[in-house]
């Protein structure tokens, strides 16, 4: 290759979990190829920035981190590559109004990225501007033969299928990730197998929607199955799924695996019947209480989660209500509740009009993120008195003092590091005995 000297290479993840993955095979595919990586930004010759799309003010966030990096090109040589969903959405609008982008790459072209770089690194070097772009979407990429390089930590991220071709009609996903595609299961579980053999202790398998893995005579549910059978796993987690998708195999997988995880994230975006149609959700609201009912009968100890959308095109008050009255009926453990930002070209800004005030999406998510708190809140408390397994990830947050760790359902749990502490990745029983929304006490 003809990059003499090692680049020193920083990257920044923005976006969801699929990012966080992404970002790991970049580093593999590079480091294959002699780039050499450094946490230190100030440092780096190539500053990768792995962008998100979904909502105005992830957009924004990166373009506040882009002015930045603005200032320091001013200072001194620095190729910028920008990957991801907002590469991709974006195009080359976001490359040409950005003197800054030497290299903009999307999901499905990380292939290329040791080519583009090198090239620009060569131009910038013979003082040359001369940008580089890689956008195209693949039915078939899926990154297949390339073993992550993995964070440290307790979990492994292994993505199972990529794309999405739901076309909810407020969704950008499908065309920043394009078509569903699902790999091969043997890789996934060669894949599982060496994430073990390095001491991670959780898989987490990802797809923008999971549960609709389909590769020959796999499904879902044997995926998941034989991914927790792998020895040395201690929990098996998946993000995101659908709820169109649950057969009763799943269910039943989930219910009876030891190592598969006691939580669900159900994204249920609205409550009402019409908005849901508007939305392409094909569920009713009947049927998403339903799926929970069915759910919670077989895993009566399942934690179920969920994302919820506010003042989507023409919600009206009585539409509003509908998703208040839901969550209350639903009584999910938490809820991640966003305002409605229209994306470009999907189908919502295609066919509808973008009419509900932002002032009052506002009040909307407040009011909903209020009730959902108090319904969390309920449910934390339940764990009072009990004793749970938790999986230690090390420190919590505000305090080195404090140990940090999360339940099988995914709730976090902090306790005084006197009262018994472990490494992170150790599974420990802690008696809980104080509960808030966000947090369980335990010791
Ligand atoms: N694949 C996942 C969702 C990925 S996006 C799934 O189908 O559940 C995560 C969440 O962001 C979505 O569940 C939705 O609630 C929210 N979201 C997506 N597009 C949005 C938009 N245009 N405005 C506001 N929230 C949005
Ligand atoms: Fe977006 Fe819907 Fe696909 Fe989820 S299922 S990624 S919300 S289009
Ligand atoms: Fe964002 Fe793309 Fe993930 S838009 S949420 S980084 S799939």
């Known amino acids: 290759m003809s990059v003499k000297t090692l680049p020193l290479v920083h990257i920044e993840t923005f976006g969801c979990q699929m990012n966080e993955s992404d970002s790991e095979l970049v580093r593999a595919m590079l480091k294959q190829e002699g780039f050499v990586f450094t ?23 990166i373009y506040l981190h882009l002015s930045e990096l603005k200032t320091v090109k001013k200072q001194r040589p620095l190729v910028v590559g920008v990957l991801g969903c907002m590469a991709q959405n974006l195009k080359s609008e976001l490359a040409h109004k950005e003197p800054l982008i030497d290299v903009l790459a999307g999901p499905d072209s990380y292939r290329q990225l040791p080519s583009l770089l090198t090239t620009a690194l060569d131009a910038q070097e013979q003082g ?19 073993l992550p390089d993995r964070n440290d930590g307790v979990n492994a991220w292994i993505t199972v299928m990529r794309g999405c071709d739901n076309f909810c009609s407020f969704c950008v996903v499908p065309y920043t990730r394009g078509r569903e595609r699902s790999r091969d299961p043997e890789s996934i579980l060669l894949e599982a ?21 389909r590769h020959e005579e796999w499904d879902f549910a044997k995926l998941i199955s034989a991914v927790a059978d792998q020895p040395g796993i201690e929990r098996v987690r998946f ?23 006691k939580h669900i994230h159900l994204p249920l975006q609205a409550g009402s019947d019409r908005i849901l149609e508007l939305m392409g959700r094909t569920y009713t609201g009947a ?15 399942i934690v179920l ?5 506010c003042g989507f095109c023409s919600e009206s008050d009585e539409d509003f209500q509908a998703t208040v009255h839901l969550v209350e009926q639903a009584q999910l453990d938490s809820a991640y509740i966003f ?25 909307r998510v407040a009011k909903l993120v209020e009730i959902q708190r108090a319904i969390t809140a309920e449910r934390n408390r339940r764990y009072i008195g009990k004793t749970v397994e938790v999986l230690v990830e090390g420190d919590a947050t505000r305090s080195s003092t404090q140990g940090m760790g999360k339940t099988d359902g995914n709730i976090t749990v902090v ?3 006197h009262t018994g502490h472990s490494e992170p990745g150790t599974l420990m029983t802690k008696h809980i005995f104080d509960a808030s929304a966000a947090t369980l006490y335990g010791a």
């Open 239 to 261: 993000t995101s799924p659908h709820p169109k998708d649950f057969p009763p195999a799943l269910i039943e997988a989930i219910a009876t695996h030891p190592r598969i995880c």
């Open 339 to 363: 305002k409605y930002s229209e994306r470009k070209n999907t189908i919502a800004a295609r066919k509808y009009a973008d009419d509900v005030p932002d002032q009052l999406k506002g009040q």
């Open 305 to 309: 989660t969920t994302d919820i959308i």
């Open 415 to 417: 306790w005084d590091k």
């Open 39 to 61: 946490d230190d930004r100030e440092r780096a010759d190539v500053v990768l920035v792995n962008t998100c799309a979904i909502r105005e003010n992830a957009h924004k966030k």
């Open 128 to 146: 040359l501007a001369r940008k580089g772009f890689a956008l195209d979407l693949s039915e078939y990429e899926t990154y297949e033969g390339i």
């Open 193 to 213: 197998r060496d994430a073990a053999t390095r001491g991670f202790k959780q898989i987490t398998l990802l797809g923008q929607n999971v549960n609709s893995y």
């Open 287 to 301: 049927e998403y209480l339903a799926l929970v009912e069915r759910i919670r009968m077989t895993i009566p100890c």
